[in-house]
């Protein structure tokens, strides 16, 4: 949540501001505790090819509160990310996933299976030690750099487009790829996918939500995949819900899904359940 700030950096007072900025504390004091009481779950959501093949998957972060439940990352990365905590956070999400990789390496990954995306927040890929440390895990993990996809945003790119591409760089020459997530959405500039290290590029769920042929959003749709295609870029639509949103992106030319049409987040165990009924169906 962006805070309103007046001309010279003052807040003003707002009743509501009031309450969010508690709610906010609790948050924050609560993700604190989070870490060090092992609330924290990856889940994993498979991204899909036109067979239905299972091609990878995202991970994606949970907080298993002890009173509130399951809660979904939308209502803390922002304030994670704004107080810091996402460096901490971040490079626990990144320490399981190569544990959970190295594990299901060990006991079998189907051929169709190609790599497991993690979202980078800014503030995690900006630390000075973030590709030192990456390269010291993978190599640690024993993980082919080949498995990983690292996940990033347009507006991390804005402030810090040198520093950003030249990490890219470095990580891409040990197999890392990259995807653009939630491409559209943000201050968005196609020059970035022309000059920086991309692989995939991720269209928002907001230009998939209800997507029908011949509409206005399939016109912006059929841009981004032909452009994306020129760059040679990969596609993949997130947000999928429908049948008719998969046979409409189908249609423009996209051929990786990721959406509760196929399947939701899940946890790992039943993730790599999944999985395992791909291998079986293959052997
Ligand atoms: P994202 O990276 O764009 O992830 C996709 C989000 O869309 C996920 O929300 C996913 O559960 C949701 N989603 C997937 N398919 C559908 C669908 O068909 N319909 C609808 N309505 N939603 C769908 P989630 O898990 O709540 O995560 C929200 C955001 O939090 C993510 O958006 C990502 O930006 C961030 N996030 C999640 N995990 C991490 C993490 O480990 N690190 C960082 N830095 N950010 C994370
Ligand atoms: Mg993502
Ligand atoms: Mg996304
Ligand atoms: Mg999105």
């Known amino acids: 949540r962006v805070k309103a700030m007046g001309k010279n950096g003052f807040q003003f007072y707002d009743p509501e501001m009031q309450s969010s900025a508690q709610e906010r504390l609790l948050i924050e004091k609560g993700l604190y505790q989070a870490l060090d009481k092992k609330e924290f779950q990856l889940w994993f959501q498979p991204q899909v090819q036109a067979d239905g093949a299972i091609v990878g998957a995202e991970v994606l972060l949970r907080w298993m509160h002890p009173e509130k439940g399951v809660i979904s990352p939308a209502s803390f990365i922002q304030i994670a990310e704004e107080s810091g905590q996402i460096v901490e956070m971040g490079q626990w999400v990144l320490t399981e996933s190569f544990e959970q990789l190295a594990q299901w390496k060990a006991q079998g990954l189907p051929a169709s299976f190609k790599r497991l995306a993690i979202n980078i927040s800014p503030l995690q890929f900006m630390q000075v030690d973030f590709v030192g440390r990456f390269l010291t895990m993978l190599t640690d993990y024993k993980i082919p750099g080949e498995l990983i996809e690292l996940e990033i945003t347009e507006n991390m790119l804005l402030n810090n487009f040198e520093i950003a591409s030249n990490k890219m760089r470095i990580l891409k020459q040990r197999g890392i790829s990259f995807a653009i997530d939630d491409f559209g959405t943000g201050y968005s500039s196609l020059r970035y996918l022309r000059y920086l290290p991309l692989d995939i590029l991720k269209i928002d769920r907001s230009f998939v939500t209800n997507l029908r042929p011949s509409s206005e959003e399939a016109a912006i749709v059929e841009v981004i995949i032909a452009t994306a295609d020129r760059l040679g ?51």
């Not at 996209?254 to 359940?273: S, V």
Request: charge should be negative.
């Open 233 to 283: 870029l990969t596609v993949i639509a997130e947000g999928v819900e429908t049948e008719e949103e998969r046979d409409t992106l189908l249609e423009l030319g996209c051929l990786c899904f990721q959406g509760f049409f196929y399947a939701r987040p899940m946890p790992a165990t039943p993730f790599y359940e999944r999985l395992q009924q791909d291998m079986d169906i293959m052997a």
